[in-house]
């Protein structure tokens, strides 16, 4: 008798024991401690990877471009359908050489929390649509979810749109004219 005292005693010790060992729950305060910290230290790490990215973008490497999104990353560019997957990225990407791409990003604001981050930011893109010699730049605004996978972070949605107002179509030909009564 004495030794199942003894053994359930033990038992009820150990799983005392392990629930002590297990941390707390993060008061708010923590946890705005702790994602404040995490966010500058991303901010930093974002600003690396977007010098990578426009570097790569701007030398028309799609298929590095669309490495550093997740398998199943989402590119949803203005005015086009959105490319779901690396390999539709990349196809999506691929045709930019020909307007000689020049894209700058500035993050302006991120936010981490453990294995995920949101960057908040402005870009200038200029290139020379497809018929056209000179070039032309916009302006635009961003967001972008990042994913920690397997230690690196990775474009999970990727979203612009821009600060231009929309080009208006040209004007209708004037009426023909009319028939002059006599």
Not at 57 to 66: C, G, I, K, S
Request: aromatic share 6%.
């Amino acid at each position: 008798m004495r030794g199942t005292q003894r053994v359930g005693l033990t038992i009820v010790l150990a799983a005392g024991l392990a629930a002590g060992c297990q941390p707390a729950a993060e008061t708010p305060q923590q946890a705005e401690t702790r994602m404040n910290t995490e966010s500058a230290a991303m901010k930093t790490i974002v600003d690396s990877l977007d010098k990578e990215f426009a570097t790569h973008f701007n030398m028309v490497h799609a298929d590095v471009v669309a490495a550093m999104y997740t398998e199943q990353g989402h590119l949803m560019a203005p005015n086009m359908a959105e490319a779901v997957g690396r390999e539709a990225i990349k196809a999506g990407l691929a045709g930019m050489g020909a307007m000689k791409p020049q894209l700058q990003l500035t993050a302006q604001s991120v936010t981490a929390n453990g294995p995920m981050a949101i960057e908040r930011g402005t870009y200038v893109f200029t290139f020379t649509p497809p018929g056209m010699t000179a070039p032309m730049t916009d302006k635009g605004k961003y967001l972008v979810h990042w994913h920690q996978v397997n230690g690196h972070w990775l474009l999970a949605d990727d979203i612009w749109n821009s600060d231009l107002p929309p080009m208006a179509p040209p004007p209708p030909p004037p009426p023909a004219p009319g028939k002059k009564k006599m």
